[in-house]
C-alpha cells in the first residue's frame, strides 16, 4: 500500500466514523441512564433536515447546528416524556420516533421546497470546511491528508470521546447519571430525582445526535434528502453495544464501521483474485452485515446497565 492511499483511507475513515461516534456516544449516555434508545437514527435524520432546511435559508452555519441540535433535544424529550414521565415502552417510543422522522422529513420537505424531498443546497459559505487544506502538501498524505484535512466536527467528535469518557468516569454528575442506571432506587434514597438525572442525559444525547445529523449536511451532502441516514443510527447503536456502553470501546467499533464502509467504496468495479467483480449491492451491504454479526456475537455476552429499559417507579 502506498502512502497516497493509507492516507486517503485514513482520511475517508475519519470521515464516514465522525457521525457513528457522534451518534454512538448520544447512545451511551442515554442508555448509561437507563433509557434504551432506539431512535438515534430518527433523531439525525431530523437533526439532518432542520440543519439542511435553516442552513439553506438563512445562510449560516451557526443557526443550522443550533437548528440540528434544537430539533434533536425536542425529540429526546419526548422520548423522555414518553418512557421517564409516563413510563411507556421504551423500545415502542424509540421505534415510534424513527417512523415519525422518515415520515414527516419527507413531507415537509416536498410541502416547504417542492423538489422531490429534498432541500435547496449548501452554499460554500454555510458547509465545514477543512481547518488546514494545505496540510497534505506540507506534511504528506498520510499524517497530512489522513489526520489533518479534516473539518472542526471530525476533531470535535474524538474531543468529545475523550469529555464524555471523563464525564462519565471523572465527575460526580457523571457518577449519579451511571448510578441512575444501575440502581435508580439508591439514588432515589440519598435525595436525587431519578426523572431529573435522566432528563439530563437525554438532553446531552439530544445535541450529540444533532450533531451527527448536522456533519452530514453541512461535511458529507451538500442538502438533506430522504433517509439519508442509511442506517447508521443502527450501526451507531451496534457500536455502543459493541463498545460494552463506554466511550472509548465505542469509538474503536465506529472506527471499523467507518473503514469497512470506506473499503466497501474502494472495492466497486475492482476484480478479487478468485471472486472476480462483486456485485455494487454486496459491497455496500458489508458494514452492515458486520452490524448484523456483532449484535449477534456480543449482545449477549456484555453486561447492560442494570436499569436499562425499566421504568422507575418512585415506592412510597
Known amino acids: 500500500m502506498d502512502a497516497i492511499l493509507a492516507g486517503t483511507l485514513l482520511a475517508s475513515t ?15 449516555l442515554a442508555e448509561r441512564s437507563g433509557v434504551i434508545d432506539l431512535g438515534l437514527e430518527g433523531k439525525m435524520l431530523f437533526a439532518a433536515f432542520a440543519a439542511a432546511a435553516t442552513g439553506s435559508l438563512f445562510g449560516s452555519t451557526v443557526v443550522a ?48 421546497f417542492q423538489q422531490g424531498g429534498q432541500t435547496p443546497p449548501l ?20 499524517v ?58 437525554l438532553t446531552l444525547n439530544g445535541v450529540l445526535c444533532g450533531l451527527a445529523g448536522a456533519y452530514l449536511v453541512l461535511a458529507q451532502s451538500a442538502a438533506f434528502s430522504p433517509n439519508m441516514t442509511a442506517g447508521r443510527g443502527y450501526m451507531a447503536l451496534a457500536a455502543m453495544i459493541f463498545g460494552r456502553w463506554k466511550p472509548v470501546p465505542a469509538l474503536a467499533a465506529c472506527l471499523l464501521f467507518g473503514f469497512l464502509d470506506t473499503i466497501a467504496v474502494r472495492l466497486q468495479g475492482v476484480k478479487l483474485p478468485h471472486l472476480g467483480e462483486l456485485p455494487v449491492q454486496a459491497i455496500q451491504a458489508l458494514p452492515y452485515l458486520l452490524t448484523v454479526v456483532l449484535l449477534a456475537a456480543f449482545i449477549g455476552r456484555n453486561v447492560a446497565p442494570a436499569a436499562l429499559g425499566r421504568p422507575y417507579v418512585k415506592e412510597h
Open 65 to 112: 447546528l443550533l437548528a440540528g441540535c434544537g430539533v434533536a433535544v425536542l425529540m429526546s424529550w419526548l422520548h423522555g416524556f414518553a418512557t421517564v414521565s409516563h413510563r411507556g415502552d421504551q423500545v415502542v417510543s424509540g421505534m415510534a420516533l424513527n417512523i415519525i422522522a422518515y415520515g414527516l422529513t419527507a413531507v415537509l420537505a416536498i410541502a416547504w
Open 14 to 28: 475519519l470521515r464516514v466514523a465522525t457521525p457513528l461516534i457522534l451518534c454512538a456516544l448520544a447512545g451511551v
Open 123 to 142: 452554499g460554500d459559505g454555510v458547509r465545514l470546511r477543512p481547518l488546514w487544506p494545505e496540510a497534505s502538501a506540507t506534511l504528506g498524505p498520510v
Open 144 to 201: 497530512g491528508e489522513g489526520l489533518f484535512a479534516h473539518n472542526a466536527l471530525v476533531y470535535v467528535a474524538l474531543l468529545l470521546v475523550a469529555g464524555v469518557s471523563f464525564f462519565l468516569y471523572r465527575t460526580r454528575l457523571g457518577l449519579r447519571l451511571r448510578a441512575v442506571g444501575e440502581n435508580p432506587n439508591m439514588v432515589d434514597a440519598a435525595g436525587l430525582s431519578v426523572s431529573r438525572l435522566r432528563y439530563l442525559a
